[in-house]
């Protein structure tokens, strides 16, 4: 693996022409750590067909994402940069999956910048130190996907969905001119949702689906994520009259302490029961609890989608040196086990799990392509 890191970081210097500063660092820090995931999952596995044992890495590309997504916020990188090395790692083996549909092509655009990943993806494959046709072929689909997202024009482009939010937002003004920007939100988001997946075909049909929200009204559901000292309810305490969702909170209700792991089962029952309640009432919910995992968040926003409501992904991006000085002043001690516990747990989210997705780091604040 070292052997072959060392030979795509080489190949990819070779394919550094013409990008500014910003870009070229993103792409070989990349190179240089695309396959870091692959020591965290590698397994023997026994071939379904022959019973020969191999070695397998699967989701070793995600998997190396989740691991920097935190540690790299202490090596003093711009979260900026972070956040689109990130990204390549995570995608850099995406490619000939995101060529099935055109909306697919669409979807990964919206991910990471296509002509840093299609470098990327040539890089790895010039980097194989044994040639073969699965290098070949992946020069070939990253080739491919040039040519199409060209095609598409969806290439080079900040956001790929600025037409697509300009006539919604026309639409918007036209048929429904008292429109909340929280309803233009909703609009928007659940319109690329549905359009990726095939639900919808025209910004047209997107404002349709949310006739019925503009006459009732909807709810809003915002889920934090982040470790413990992230500053998660320092956050959610700032929504105003948001009703806050603090697991933490119940815990202590319903347990010993805040931080009694035994009642977890009936906390889980009691927020969620306190979530749908806010749902029905078209309130503002914020759910604050750590939700490090995607299939947390998923059952959360899912309830989020059956009432109809905009969610919203808020992501305390805080360097880990930092958490545990925040901990150290705290009345109930979270000691550095658990933290790197969490960390090693953690699935860092991205764009397309919520209606909107920010990331939080320092007096860093963006608003990803959700």
Known sequence: MAEHSALVLEQAHELTGGLDDFDRAALLLSAALHDIGKALTTREEADAQTGELRLRSRQHARRGRDYLSYRLLDTGLTPALVLTVLNLIAHHHSLHRALET????????RRVSLPLLVRLAKADARGRIVRSDD???????ADYLELLAREIGVWDVSDPYTDFRNQIAAEVGLH???????????????GIQDWEAGVIHTPHEAVARVQDAARNGFPRLTILCGPSGSGKSTLAESYGDAEIISLDALRAQLGKHAGDQSVNGQVMQAAREQLREALRRKRHAVWDATTLRRNQRAQILGLGHDYGALTSLQVL????????????????????AVIAD?????EFPEVGEAHQLTFH??????????
């Open 342 to 346: 969490q960390l090693r747990l953690l």
């Open 361 to 370: 780091s320092g007096d860093f604040s963006t608003a990803a392509l959700a």
């Open 176 to 190: 429904l001119p008292d429109a909340s920007p929280e309803l233009l939100a909703l609009a928007v988001g659940r």
């Open 317 to 336: 991006w805080t360097p880990p040196g930092q958490l545990g000085k925040r901990l150290s002043g705290r009345e109930r001690q979270v000691n550095g």
């Open 102 to 109: 055109e909306r697919e092509v669409w979807a990964l655009s």
């Open 135 to 141: 290098a070949t072929r992946g020069e070939d689909t």
